[in-house]
């Protein structure tokens, strides 16, 4: 019977990663025997795709930039296709760390959706100002919504197990934070159950921050939109068959 690993597919949307991509592959790869790894390389411009390759992942390609939602689908569409259980989504930067991962999956046995939390008491990551005020009120507000504690609920660092696959292999958000916000939003109102696992962020490893200052600025407008536009999309129903 494969394990939990086997059954897993790390995805990992890449735009302009190639300083650290390829020590991420590695690092995945080694501590996480028997996952597969699919690099989706978002319209980049520079080496991302061979740097990936060479390190030994499956590298789709987008023809464009269509941001972390639109890899993130692809990634999904992916797992479906080829009959893998879990999906895990690591950022291509170095910041999350692979080590990680086999907890995130443990908690799949009771819930559909782990997100691995940075603001739950591991590390000493720190956000301030307008975006920390953002954070904290969309943590109030998607808790209520997920019924769960949630502290952290734009981190890209998740394991989604059989059903939250099948959900987003269709309905996963393209717009700007819609694949952490309003993802979050889908999923619960979908009937997937939702549950954080403290961890800690680790620096860039290279590349360039996805959150420039204009982005930044409006931040706290953007997230409350995101949050909108996913009260008003219609509630998802699945029926998903579990290959044992």
């Known amino acids: 019977m494969p394990t939990?690993?086997?059954?897993?597919?790390?995805?990992m949307p890449a735009f302009n990663e190639e300083e650290a991509v390829g020590d991420?592959?590695?690092?995945?790869?080694?501590?996480?025997?028997?996952?597969h790894c699919l690099?989706?390389?978002?319209?980049?411009?520079?080496?991302?795709?061979?740097?990936?390759?060479?390190?030994?992942?499956?590298?789709?390609?987008?023809p464009f930039n269509l941001g972390v939602g639109g890899a993130m689908r692809l990634g999904f569409k992916y797992a479906v296709t080829n009959g893998y259980a879990n999906v895990v989504q690591i950022d291509s930067d170095g910041q999350h760390d692979p080590g990680n991962v086999p907890?995130?999956?443990?908690?799949?046995?009771?819930?559909d959706l782990a997100i691995g939390a940075r603001f739950a008491g591991e590390g000493d990551y720190?956000?301030?100002?307008?975006?920390?005020?953002?954070?904290?009120?969309?943590?109030?507000?998607?808790?209520?919504?997920?019924?769960?504690?949630?502290?952290?609920t734009t981190s890209g660092f998740k394991a989604c197990g059989p059903k939250a696959v099948a959900l987003f292999a269709d309905h996963y958000p393209a717009e700007y934070l819609g694949d952490t916000i309003e993802a979050l939003v889908i999923?619960?109102?979908a009937g997937c159950a939702v549950r954080q696992v403290p961890v800690a962020m680790r620096p860039r490893a290279g590349g360039t921050p996805s959150h420039n200052p204009?982005?930044?600025a409006l931040y706290l407008g953007r997230a409350f939109l995101a949050l909108g536009f996913a009260s008003v999309r219609p509630v998802r129903t699945l029926t998903v068959k579990v290959e044992p």
């Open 24 to 35: 991420v592959v590695r690092e995945v790869l080694c501590k996480l025997p028997g996952a």
């Open 187 to 189: 999923a619960s109102r």
């Open 126 to 152: 720190e956000v301030r100002g307008p975006r920390r005020w953002a954070m904290r009120a969309l943590a109030g507000i998607l808790s209520h919504t997920s019924g769960t504690t949630l502290t952290d």
């Open 103 to 111: 907890e995130l999956l443990s908690r799949l046995g009771e819930c």
């Open 39 to 62: 690099v989706v390389n978002d319209g980049s411009r520079d080496d991302t795709t061979r740097v990936a390759r060479d390190a030994g992942a499956t590298v789709a390609e987008l």
């Open 214 to 216: 204009f982005k930044a």
């Open 4 to 11: 939990d690993l086997e059954r897993t597919l790390i995805v």
